[in-house]
């Protein structure tokens, strides 16, 4: 199968970077491992887009206008719900069902081949690619690929690309499950004093602390969001397929607990139940690739911009490297920081682009670009440089 454009991957970067390409004439084929796109946002239940607008203000403005703006727009339709302010921060309540549907959209419109169900398993310059479909080999040639696989896996076949981080300092993993049957007003303070006296009593164990619970916009449902250690099986590594399964068995067990112990102890939960598990447990952190530059935490902070700015980063760096909450860091004077173009180019290979979680930078700096409204933006701008002299494209 011969393609102007390969992206490895359907998460939030991957779906902005397919659609972008497609947009321009190139013929793009998207891969995802899972049946939906939408990564994050989807699989793991991710319900609210973080990232996508400036920092303060009276009013929620989009950072990076264009396949951003488009995604927000579609899904407050979907969903009835406008932005919101937390704080300092605004985001959008987003629903993965809504996500799912929107995102499977926005492929068909723009013509994007998809393959659904299938994994990259060799990756060669030149660029020639492997996935693998339940057994059964493809061979794709393209003449660019995109990785926004998230955690990097087109590095791993190309030796010395990815920049890993020490697992001691690695972003948590999450565990999110949709809940229905509670009725009443939704008072999180309460929910959490509650889990705490399960804790107390022995009724629940010290990692049903890190789960905290908020309406999902829907009548009669709730999303359950659980923070885990990532370390029931040992040290955290979330490449390692026996790590991943703890956590999956883990995230369940643990959130079934606190659901039942609600439902025993507290006003309004009697006949609640979990309706919806994920299909993975929301990974934050794992490799990074080793661009052309390399964006830092300290540039973040500082509002830095560089000549070859190809989107705009506004989150604060969101650190959750225990399992007992973030420590937020803000952008100095609420300033939003630029992201370089050679931080989306693979150093050492040509037409290799990168954009999503997995895309040049420190461990402070990713705590920043990994959101969903972030990754919207510099896939689009991977898919544009993607394109650059390719037939069709602009």
């Known amino acids: 199968m011969k393609v102007d454009v390969l992206v490895i991957g359907g998460g939030s970067a991957g779906l902005a970077a397919a659609v972008t390409a497609a947009r321009t004439g190139a013929r793009t084929l998207l891969v995802e491992r899972n049946g939906l796109l939408g990564g994050m946002g989807t699989a793991a239940l991710v319900h609210t887009f973080c990232g996508l607008y400036l920092l303060d203000g009276d009013r929620a403005e989009i950072a990076n206008p264009g396949i951003s703006s488009e995604i927000a727009e579609r899904m407050e339709r979907a969903t009835g719900l406008g932005p919101v302010k937390m704080g300092r921060v605004w985001v959008l309540p987003q629903h993965p069902v809504e996500f799912a549907s929107l995102s499977d959209r926005l492929i068909r419109e723009a013509g994007v081949d998809l393959l659904f169900h299938s994994e990259l398993v060799s990756l060669e310059p030149g660029w020639r690619a492997e996935v693998v479909c339940r057994g059964a080999r493809r061979v794709i ?69 890190g789960m905290h619970f908020r309406a999902s916009g829907r009548a009669g449902e709730i999303f359950g969001t659980l923070d885990l ?30 659901v039942a112990y609600l439902r025993d102890h507290q006003r309004g939960w009697g006949g609640a139940y979990i309706a919806h598990w994920p299909i993975r447990a929301g990974v934050r952190e794992s490799r990074r690739w080793r661009g052309r530059a390399t964006l830092t935490g300290e540039e973040v902070l500082a509002g830095a911009t560089h000549e070859d700015d190809v989107a705009w980063a ?69 898919g544009r440089m993607a394109v650059e002299g390719v037939p069709g494209g602009s």
């Open 314 to 382: 506004t989150w604060p760096l969101e650190l959750r490297e225990t399992n007992r909450g973030p420590k937020l860091r803000y952008l100095k004077d609420a300033r939003a920081a630029g992201i370089p173009a050679g931080a989306l180019q693979a150093d050492g290979f040509e037409r290799l682009f990168v954009a999503g979680r997995c895309l040049s930078c420190d461990h402070e700096a990713q705590a920043s670009i990994r959101v969903m409204g972030t990754c919207f933006a510099t896939g689009e701008a991977a």
């Open 141 to 209: 040639e393209a003449d660019s690929v995109i990785d926004a696989s998230g955690d990097a896996v087109g590095a791993e076949f190309l030796m010395g690309a990815a920049e890993p981080t020490e697992a001691v300092r690695l972003q948590r993993p999450a565990y999110v499950c949709g809940v229905q049957g509670v009725s009443g007003e939704l008072n999180s303070l309460e929910l959490s004093g509650r889990i705490v006296e399960g804790m107390r009593a022995g009724a629940l164990t010290k990692a049903a602390l």
């Open 229 to 258: 250690s990532g370390e029931e099986q040992g040290a955290y590594d979330p490449t390692d397929p026996a790590c991943l399964s703890a956590i999956e068995v883990a995230g369940r067990e643990v959130a079934s607990q606190v």
